[in-house]
């Protein structure tokens, strides 16, 4: 039988993730509030809808990335997914979004015998259309083993990480070891410049050795071309840091509290719609 998907949700992330569901077979209908971004998708063979409700219906399993918590209440809640959906689907967020709103959107499913599952995702817009995301994933194991065939068309790191919100919180850990990472290889590099050493040349010399990680593999190639186009979003990174933020004790957890204020300090100036590697820039004043 045919499996149905209902993917609400179709930015850069969302438009590769569904393409990569047609390419395996599933039929697969999209809704996006900017309906030109779902509407693109049809060429490859998805099914626009003009509202969640249409979306949702009839489906087995309904997949949503969207941007912000606030957007993920807002297509689950008031006349959402989980008031049309049928009972017995299989509801994923993929959104990085709140632990705790992942246990309300469970909690609020179960009632309604309705499955739920969050599974943040990480691996940037390259990963996504590759089908090579890491997919960190709460909520009822057997569950998870019923939806682990979606998951392994949209991935290649897939995790079962707990009870629902735990993928959020795995996502959220993952993103403060970003958040030092990050903050080390730029500081790093701008360090190099600081006392009169050839960055590029500092820069091969580390990329394989102890220092080399994904974030400055990544981000030092683009400091140095002084490109600060989004591969990550900063806003996104501060939207996750944020997020992560609400669960940090007042002692400790230095590094990420320092690197959320100045990615706060940086989205005020304007830096939002770039890459986090505009983390530099807070240091080249």
């Known amino acids: ?38 509407k693109s998708l049809e060429k490859y063979g998805a099914r626009f809808k003009d509202n969640i409700s249409e979306c949702v219906k009839g489906k087995d399993f309904v997949i949503s990335i969207v941007g912000y918590p606030k957007d993920v209440e807002e297509v689950y809640f008031s006349n959402g997914i989980i008031d049309n959906v049928d009972k017995g689907t299989v509801i994923i967020d993929m959104t990085t979004s709140s632990p ?3 246990k309300k959107i469970y909690e609020t499913s179960k009632e309604k015998e309705i499955f739920s599952l969050d599974a943040p995702v990480t691996g940037g817009d390259t990963a996504a259309k590759d089908g090579t995301m890491t997919i960190f994933v709460g ?12 998951f392994e068309i949209l991935g290649k790191n ?12 795995a996502k959220l850990a993952n993103q403060i070891m970003i958040a030092g990472a990050l903050a080390g290889a730029c500081e790093g590099i701008y360090y190099a410049k600081m006392v009169g050493l050839n960055q590029k040349k500092v820069f091969d010399a580390v990329k394989i050795g ?6 400055l593999s990544k981000n030092i190639p683009a ?8 591969m990550f979003y900063a806003k996104h990174f501060l939207k996750d840091l944020n997020l992560a933020k609400e669960y940090l004790s007042d002692d400790g957890f230095e590094v ?30």
């Open 100 to 102: 705790d709103l992942a």
């Open 158 to 169: 897939i995790v079962y990480q707990g009870e629902a919100g735990f993928g959020q919180h």
């Open 1 to 38: 039988m045919l499996m149905k998907i209902g993917f609400i949700g179709t930015g850069i992330m969302g438009s590769y993730m569904v393409q990569n569901l047609l390419k395996a077979g599933l039929e697969v209908d999209v809704y996006n509030r900017s309906f030109e971004k779902a």
């Open 223 to 230: 400091i140095l071309e002084e490109d600060y186009s989004p």
């Open 139 to 150: 909520g009822d194991f057997e569950i998870f083993e019923r939806t682990k065939s979606i």
């Open 256 to 285: 990420v509290k320092n690197v959320l204020k100045v990615f706060d300090e940086l989205s005020k100036k304007g830096y939002g719609d770039n890459g986090t590697q505009v983390y530099y820039k807070h240091l080249d004043k």
């Open 210 to 215: 102890s220092a080399g990680s994904t974030q």
